[in-house]
């Protein structure tokens, strides 16, 4: 069963994504900011990363950048953010994510798209 | 996220703590090349009246983060106009950490955060209003309830609603109920604000 990490400080996001993902058969973590994401990470492999950007003590550019460069993990990331403009794109792609969503995510978008990035479907 | 961080046990220089201490000695020290003497000066400026103006602009040119955060410290004691005026600048900034600092910081301020929360949340730029409601979050003031059901039946940005019931979901009450059900109508093909409204309701309803 492939597993996935949440990373959000909102509640509500997380218990969403959760009900959609553990819906489709996934199992799911959760971390409230990057680092406890980073500890999470480091106990243990996840095959995606869901990455919030605006988040306390570490945000998704933050957590994203540690994880590649200290080679943590190269998983696939889509980073889901209430900010559209284009550089917020730019910025998250260059942190490491292999893909940007805008916020709210609908149940059937956020499915495609973690089976793309897990590549359980091709485009 | 805490504010105020014990700094590490750095021996400080004793010839930075004779330095002036009058406002323009302080405001000259803010350009030391040693972040050490950088903080000490913040925190006697914090000491200064009228000095909230000085803070800010140094704000966004200081690199060093343990500087930037006693800043937003002492702009927090200071709490005057300046200061929230400040503050509120930081939630248009590109950099999140001084973002999430300046949000942090303006909750700490109830009092003086209240009189400019109705312009924060009319914003023209919905990221500034998200913030606005970040803010709310554990701001002590009798008015939150009030200003996050005012976003949720007059916001027209999804995003910025989403946040506010987010919010509700954890302080709201049956004063907001109607509010919460009326949003379902506005965002009829929203499977987030169906989820998040019935998460709240359920809440509230348990009360």
Known sequence: ?123 | MALVKQQPSETVGQEERKRGRDRDDLELQLSDPSPSARRWAVRDLAECPDSSAILVAHLHQEMDSSVREIILTALTQLGDEHAVAGLVECLRSEDVFLRNEAIEAMKMLPDEVAPIMGTLLADSDPDVRIFAVNVLESLRHERVEEWLKEVIEHDPHINVCATAVDLLGEVGTSYSREALEGLNVRFPDEPYISFATSLALKRICSI
């Open chain 1, 1 to 123: 069963m492939k597993r996935i990490l949440i990373i959000d400080d909102a509640a509500t996001v997380r218990m969403y994504h959760r009900s959609i993902l553990e819906g489709a058969g996934y199992q799911v973590d959760e971390a409230v900011n990057g680092i406890e994401a980073m500890e999470k990470s480091l106990q243990e492999p996840f095959d995606l990363y869901i990455v919030d950007i605006n988040m306390p003590k570490q945000d998704g550019y933050g957590f994203l950048s540690e994880l590649r460069s200290r080679d943590i993990s190269q998983a696939p990331a889509l980073m889901v953010s209430t900010e559209g403009a284009s550089n917020d794109r730019t910025r998250a792609y260059a942190a490491g994510a292999n893909l940007y969503l805008v916020k709210p995510v609908k149940p059937d978008q956020l499915l495609i798209h973690c089976r793309l990035l897990l590549g359980e479907v091709h485009p």
